[in-house]
């Protein structure tokens, strides 16, 4: 079975960072993308960022380009998030997902994708 932990999340004051971690296993595709969405108190879930894996090519919202990267370490098949320069509004519950093959602009749809993991929480206060 596809499997994705996520894991990373933590409490940190405004302008700090985090990495978080989705380590994906029990599959076997030559070509996914992973994505990251996030839910904060009150809000619907929102994509955050996504990394194909065929060509590293990575997406990523208007709230968090520039302060956000994405990467992955194909040999222990997990994505990274490294947030920098957080912000309050950056908290929320923040999920990994993945889909069998690649996305593009509509990355940030959640129905595309196939699996999922469970939540990390990332807290930042002011």
């Known amino acids: 079975d596809v499997q994705l932990q996520a894991s990373g999340g933590g409490l940190v004051q405004a302008g700090g960072s985090l990495r978080l971690s989705c380590a994906a296993s029990?599959?076997?595709?030559?070509?996914?993308?992973i994505g990251w969405f996030r839910q904060a108190p009150g809000k619907e879930r929102e994509g955050v960022s996504l990394?194909?894996?065929?060509?590293?090519?990575?997406r990523y919202a208007d709230s968090v380009r520039g302060r956000f990267t994405i990467s992955r370490d194909n040999a222990k098949n997990t994505v990274y998030l490294q947030m920098n320069s957080l912000k309050p509004e950056d908290t929320a519950v923040y999920y990994c997902?993945?889909?069998?093959?690649?996305?593009?602009?509509?990355?940030?749809?959640?129905?595309?994708?196939?699996?999922w993991g469970q939540g990390t929480l990332v807290t930042v206060s002011s």
């Open positions: 997902a993945l889909r069998s093959y690649g996305l593009g602009v509509r990355w940030y749809l959640e129905n595309l994708y196939d699996y």
């Open positions: 029990g599959f076997t595709f030559d070509n996914y993308a």
């Open positions: 990394i194909n894996t065929s060509d590293e090519s990575t």
